[in-house]
């Protein structure tokens, strides 16, 4: 965890402005002593939904970024359409029940895990889409991360920044969080990409949306 001072030096912001991000709910913290504390991971994400900027560094929660095919993930993980649901709780439950890879005796630990994430903050990035993820290690439940996008059958009120409902899930499932923080850095990269984010609000087919994606992960890397 990381204190408030090393949170607004890491935004580039003032304290000021990361006390008030925690009293509005957008930057969860853990009250220690008197004072906030706040997990790296959770500043990353705020960082990521909002387009603050580049990730903060943080040398000792990165792995090689290269080594990170989303592509590969999501033909792991799959991508699916017309999920049912009415609520939050019922659309996590049905996407990740589809989600190739998850054995059936980690699937419900794992949704309780992508529950608690939410409780503490809307994964919600606005536009339509939204990023749900399990907060902190799911070290013993995956050898290797999945990535699964599902597009529900009905659009949901996900409490999103933007206030806009959400009708696709980009669900992530990472075996530690420094994994789970380069991911989370290059699909925010690659759906800032105009192609590649009209095929998924577009819900393009599963050939398009995978082509796509391959080949904005592929520009990236020429341009790095």
């Known amino acids: 965890m990381i204190s408030v001072r090393e949170a607004a030096e890491a935004l580039g912001v003032s304290q000021k402005t990361v006390y008030r991000w925690i009293k ?4 969860p913290s853990h009250r220690l002593g008197g004072q906030h504390f706040l997990e790296r991971s959770e500043v990353n994400t705020l960082v ?5 900027g580049p990730l ?7 792995e090689n970024v290269e080594d990170i095919s989303l592509h590969d993930m999501l033909l792991r993980g799959g991508v699916f359409y017309r999920i ?8 996590l439950r049905n996407a990740l029940g589809l989600i190739k890879g998850v054995d059936d005796s980690v699937s419900n630990p794992l949704f309780q895990m992508f529950l ?4 503490l903050a809307s994964t919600g990035i606005g536009d339509h889409i939204a990023i749900p993820h399990a907060r902190g290690s799911l070290v013993g439940y995956v050898s290797h991360p999945i990535l699964s996008l599902s597009f529900l059958e009905t ?7 933007d206030g806009k409902p959400v009708y696709a899930l980009f669900m992530l499932i990472s075996p530690n969080v420094r994994t789970h923080l380069r991911i989370l850095a290059r699909l925010a990269f690659c759906l800032h990409a ?9 819900q393009a087919s599963r050939e398009t949306i995978l082509k796509v994606l391959a080949e904005t992960e592929a520009h990236a890397r020429r341009d790095s």
């Open 24 to 27: 509005d709910g957008r930057l």
């Open 48 to 52: 990521i939904r909002e387009g603050l």
């Open 56 to 62: 903060p560094e943080a040398t000792d929660e990165i």
């Open 84 to 91: 049912s649901g009415a609520t939050k709780k019922d659309v």
């Open 116 to 119: 608690a994430r939410e409780e």
């Open 155 to 161: 659009p949901i009120d996900y409490g999103a920044l």
């Open 194 to 202: 105009p192609e590649f984010k009209k095929a998924v609000l577009n």
